[in-house]
């Protein structure tokens, strides 16, 4: 083979659907999965800042409500096929993924109401971290120096960003950090259930299992629900369509034409982007305290990413060579 892929269409170029025009060579294709995801990281990253504006129209469940059970919706109307041919094991996965993701945007919801969507965009990135602790504890399997050396150089910048030297913690911040544990849990779930698992179900059961516990505790907390008009709207919409289904949809589909430590490292990339958007959008305080833990968060979670390339053998590529089918889509 010589890299390039060759369409069995009898088609020229021009007449080639999008899906066989794309394919040009392993490397190519890394390229523009490399990109849609520096996207996500991007949305995601606004994603702070649209929950934190919304909050000020909806409360937390009621917001969690509008955004998963919206996305509910646009997966019945885009795969509703698909996901009647859903499996029993399929199901049961989604439903673990989705009370893992419930728990950690319930928390992270909740302690934006009290912290600034900057700091909540790194405290977040916290996860990165805590994954191969958590698979540490659960498969027996020493994670490494780095990783170990990273955790402590991770939780230094948390402690950073969450304490205030002029007053108590910030109960936000507290929140927010017990979230991520919810958060890497739920990505080790999804590692487990979407080894022989089909996406598009998980994806649609964990989006309808958040949606249904949020609405639920939204009734249990006897706060009513009142539609606000186009107050909030722009922010619901954003965290909706782009922050939650098209996100998800994308990231699903690119890292199967990229290395897991680029999916990783330009993923991390949205603790960034939250930051900036906070104060940009926002107008939200950043000081130079705060500045040193992002610092140390976003170092840690680059150097655990890493690792695992500056351990590995020389002269091996590992690019993805061989392209998506379309049922994966």
């Known amino acids: 083979m010589n890299g390039e ?10 007449g080639l659907p ?6 040009l060579t392993p490397r190519a294709r890394m390229w523009f999965a490399d990109a849609a995801l520096l996207v996500c990281a991007f949305l995601w990253g606004l994603g702070f800042v649209a929950m ?9 469940w009621w917001l969690l409500l509008l955004r998963f059970g919206g996305g509910t919706l646009l997966m019945l109307i885009f795969f509703a096929r698909r996901i009647k041919r859903a499996c029993g094991k399929d199901l049961c996965g989604g439903a673990v993924i989705g009370l893992l993701l419930f728990m950690g945007m319930g928390l992270q919801t909740l302690g934006l109401n009290y912290t600034t969507a900057g700091k909540q965009a790194f405290l977040t990135a916290g996860y990165v971290v805590l994954v191969p602790l958590l698979l ?3 498969r027996r399997v020493f994670p490494g120096i780095i990783t170990l050396a990273c955790s402590l ?9 969450t304490s205030d030297l002029a007053g108590p913690i910030n109960i936000g911040d507290i929140l927010t950090v017990i979230s991520t544990f919810f958060f890497a849990g739920q990505i080790i779930a999804i590692g487990y259930y979407a080894a022989g698992g089909d996406p598009i179900v998980l994806t649609f059961v964990q989006f309808l299992v958040t ?6 505790m939204g009734l249990v907390s006897g706060d009513p629900f009142v539609w606000q008009g186009t107050r909030g709207l722009l922010s619901v919409v954003f965290a909706t369509f782009f922050g939650t289904f098209a996100c998800f949809l994308i990231q699903n589909c690119a890292q199967k034409f990229t290395l897991p430590s680029h999916a990783a490292l330009l993923l991390g990339l949205e603790s960034v982007f939250g930051l900036l958007g906070g104060i940009l959008l926002l107008g939200e305080v950043f000081t130079f305290r705060m500045a040193v833990g992002c610092a140390l968060i976003f170092s840690s979670v680059l150097l655990v ?3 695992p390339l500056l351990r590995a053998p020389h002269g091996g590529s590992s690019i993805p060579a061989s392209p998506p089918r379309e049922e994966d889509f």
């Open 305 to 307: 990413e890493l690792a």
């Open 211 to 216: 949606a249904t516990l949020s609405g639920s």
């Open 153 to 161: 150089v991770c939780f230094a910048g948390m402690a950073l960003l």
């Open 18 to 23: 999008l899906s066989q025009a794309l394919r």
């Open 52 to 60: 934190k504006s919304g909050l000020s129209a909806y409360s937390t």
């Open 136 to 138: 540490w504890a659960i």
């Open 5 to 14: 892929f060759r369409s069995t269409s009898n088609r020229d170029q021009g």
